[in-house]
């Protein structure tokens, strides 16, 4: 049976043509994916990942830029022995920081850890990889433990409340700079969410309380009277936590405080308090060196 003349017409303008496979992966692809990976110094029999909102340099290391982040990558380094990744060093080892984003995650809260054993792999959430560490403590670290709730709220409602520039946001969670004002918007929907904030302190969030408002400046009086609050509760407990040095685990989770919201919220009404202690600021970065 013969083609119709128009159809044919139509195939012989437009003739057939075979092309190659298109490459899963591009070398520019690969490239931007390697450039989210920061690696340790060392090897393990296993190797792990971990998934961080972004890195910041401090003396040469390349450390998570929020507390909590910071604060895994120093415990999985002490942990594994390793030392913590140095800006512009060539090793490649099968344990790293890589930039990610919140919803990587099931809860879309970080850090999420990637362990791989032999051909196997698990993914541990945030909440997953806290229960891991502080199941180890016992006796009264647990209760010095218990201080840190403040602090890490007294965080929250720092990024809140406090008039944070679009660099300091960058700096803390990579938000991209051509899409700031939509990644900004969504950021500050996704904070009262993490570590069951919003569970914890429903009262702050009443049907007056809007994310978008931090974009125009004006902040929930619920939410800046209970910040005023937690920052008298954390200038006291500081005292306490700075001088506590019977666990390893604590002192350093109170260095990946000190530092990140030195580095990061310095001008803020938390970051002066951090800055009140200097000399334990000073233990801290030269720990950091250390690490």
């Known amino acids: ?29 690969q490239k931007a994916v390697d450039s989210c990976k920061f690696y340790y110094t060392g090897t393990t029999n296993d190797n ?13 290391k390349m450390i998570p830029s929020d507390p909590i982040c910071c604060f895994y990558s120093l415990i999985l380094a002490q942990k594994n022995n390793l ?4 800006r512009n060093s060539d ?33 541990n959430s945030s909440s997953a990889i806290g229960t891991l560490i502080t199941k180890k403590l016992s006796g009264k670290d647990v209760v010095v433990d218990q201080l840190f709730t403040s602090l890490y709220d007294c965080w929250i409602l720092c990024l809140l409340c406090e008039d944070l520039t679009s660099e300091t946001l960058h700096k803390i969670f990579h938000v991209d700079v051509e899409t700031a004002s939509l ?4 950021l500050y929907h996704q904070i009262p969410l993490w570590q069951a904030f919003k569970t914890r302190h429903p009262t702050l969030f009443d049907a007056h309380y809007n994310p978008n408002n931090h974009l125009l ?19 006291n407990e500081l005292d306490l936590l700075v001088t506590y040095k ?14 990140t919201i030195n580095e990061t919220l310095a001008s803020t ?22 690490i």
């Open 48 to 60: 792990f990942q971990l998934g961080i909102h972004n890195v910041m340099e401090v003396h040469g």
């Open 91 to 123: 090793v490649k080892s099968g344990n790293c920081l890589v930039v990610v984003s919140p919803y990587s995650a099931v809860d879309n809260q970080l850090p999420i850890l990637i362990e791989t054993t032999g051909d196997s792999r698990t993914i």
């Open 246 to 259: 019977d666990s390893a685990v604590i002192t350093t989770k109170l260095l990946a405080y000190f530092v």
């Open 217 to 235: 400046g004006r902040n929930s009086g619920a939410l800046q009277s209970y910040y005023n609050t937690k920052l008298d509760d954390v200038a």
């Open 183 to 186: 990644d900004t918007m969504d």
């Open 269 to 290: 009404k938390l970051g002066q308090i951090i800055a009140a202690h200097p000399a334990y600021l000073a233990e801290c970065y030269a720990q950091i060196q250390r």
């Open 1 to 29: 049976m013969k083609v119709p003349p128009p159809i044919k017409a139509v195939f012989d303008a437009f003739p057939l043509a075979s092309y190659p496979p298109v490459p899963s992966t591009t070398s520019e692809k």
């Open 83 to 86: 030392k913590i990744p140095q």
